[in-house]
């Protein structure tokens, strides 16, 4: 690792991790209950989703303290989903990063509460308007937490068949790589918001990115590329997973890549995606050497 | 009931069926999922949350599809509430509305995921938007599911200390008065559209309501009789149904008002509630009637 990913890195965590304990603290609950949400929030882990935004908007333009907001909201989600996920009735987990998961140490209601209680948080946050007042740069992510993200890849994990490569990737694209995209995306589209804007239908809840700047669809190429990256580097972030805990010998899990495919052609598969990740970051281009060492991270030879 | 109170609510929750069935048939997930939602929704209890914005609304102004479909994300948000709230590690409900409650029928992992499926797809509706692309008549919601409502009232209500009348009706503001609030403000806001609009601040998510009106303040003063007769009526709902149960002789939950009055006390502040209700809506004036003969079925003589 490099001294200057270290620092970067550890910039970005305490800035993260700053924001989150300001915003619980915040908040109007007994701190019986704060001190549920503040064992599932920290320490934390790697805090790639809020990294990844904050690295995307950079792509574009230096993030401010609305963003470092958003990137907290990210993290939020992302820990309703964990808190859930590991309960009983689920994945049934009783480690999480070291340490009892939250249903073990203070019992599954306040788990279950606590969950919900993430998930509307994160929501009031992604969808706080933009500092202009326009639409918000999340608009439309509920979809990615919903029925084509998330909670489907969670239950298609639970209770789908999953027959091929195919079927395991688009599985992955929902369970895991759609947080990545809303990441991804929401960076590139705050940190274009002096160039497009969002529109939203108010029935469908659907979005539309309009270019403000007619002399220019740059901006809008870069938005397709940032979702080529989103796609590509959410399939290979979730194959690193499954080729790591084979390599390693851990009891692994009943989705993975190796059901299907075997070593060499799993890492070929996980390597390939990175390749295509890192293609659409230089073809962005901007300051994105941090990302490329990000990226190369998750390489396995 | 009269023939025009029949009428009106049947019309009222024709629209919503029609309204929840449409949502939930354009939504992604696989038809065995989608129909665990449904088995959640229909054939639902009285619709009470959504009329009560609808007839709000119309106090104003005649809703429209849009009302319709906020209307519809409130129920939807009531029936994740009631997913969750029945599960084993809450309160551990077999049976809601004469049949059994989702988990005892598909389980407790499908329960779960179904609650965080509705929680979300009541964000994304509530979150919409208003039609002209201002920012939506439930912005600030969130708040009431959270820490100042739904979320926070379930979690003292398991777990808090209640030791006085004003602190279970504190406790009964924000398990069950919070989404009335929710519901009664919204069509308030929604039906004044032409007269004020919300402001958001995109970091705390509070929002305040500003009068275009200048000549006339009337719009903001409704807002705060809309939210006289929430408070009333929300308290009122739970202590009607503390002594129903009690004068229906079936078992008493752990917190009910008769814990701390006796019957005759605890109907006259039931009454006392439900005329300051009333006289609310005398004040806003307008196409009141259903709303009156609807707080009158909450009388207990």
Redesign the interface.
């Given at each position: 690792m490099s001294e200057f990913f270290q620092t970067r890195l550890s910039e970005w965590k305490e800035q993260i991790d700053g924001g989150l304990k300001a915003i619980i603290a915040?908040?109007?609950?007994?701190d019986?209950?704060k001190n549920v949400l503040e064992y599932a929030l920290f320490p934390g882990g790697k805090r790639l989703r809020p990294i990844l935004m904050l690295e995307f908007h950079n792509l574009f333009e230096l993030p401010d303290?609305?963003a470092l907001?958003y990137a907290c909201g990210i993290e939020i989600l992302h820990t309703y989903s964990l808190i859930?996920d590991d309960?009983?009735?689920?994945d049934n987990d009783d480690m999480r990063r070291g340490k009892p998961t939250v249903h073990k140490m203070f019992?599954?209601?306040?788990?279950?509460?606590a969950?919900?209680?993430l998930?509307?948080?994160a929501?009031?946050?992604l969808?706080?308007?933009?500092?202009n007042?326009?639409?918000?740069p999340f608009c439309g992510f509920?979809?990615l937490?919903?029925?084509?993200g998330l909670?489907?890849g969670?239950?298609?994990d639970?209770?789908?068949d999953i027959a091929s490569v195919d079927e395991l990737l688009d599985m992955y694209k929902q369970k895991t790589g759609a947080l990545i995209k809303l990441a991804c995306n929401g960076g590139y589209v705050l940190g274009n918001r002096r160039k497009i804007r969002l529109?939203?239908?108010?029935?469908?809840?659907k979005c539309n990115i309009i270019n403000e700047d007619r002399s220019n669809d740059r901006h809008i190429i870069n938005g397709m590329l940032t979702e080529s990256f989103a796609q590509a580097f959410g399939q290979a972030f979730q194959l690193y997973d499954d080729i790591s805990e084979y390599i390693s010998g851990e009891k692994q899990g009943e989705r993975s890549i190796l059901k299907f495919l075997d070593l060499d052609d799993a890492k070929k598969l996980l390597n390939e995606k990175l390749n295509n990740s890192a293609k659409a970051l230089d073809t962005i281009g901007g300051d994105n050497r941090f990302l490329h060492e990000f990226i190369e991270k998750f390489v396995i030879v």
């Open positions: 915040g908040l109007n609950y007994c019986d209950f303290e609305y907001n859930h309960m009983p009735c689920m019992g599954e209601a306040k788990a279950l509460l969950g919900d209680a998930l509307d948080l929501n009031r946050i969808n706080a308007p933009m500092p007042g326009g639409v918000g509920s979809s937490v919903g029925d084509n909670i489907n969670q239950y298609i639970l209770f789908g529109e939203c239908d108010g029935i469908s809840g």
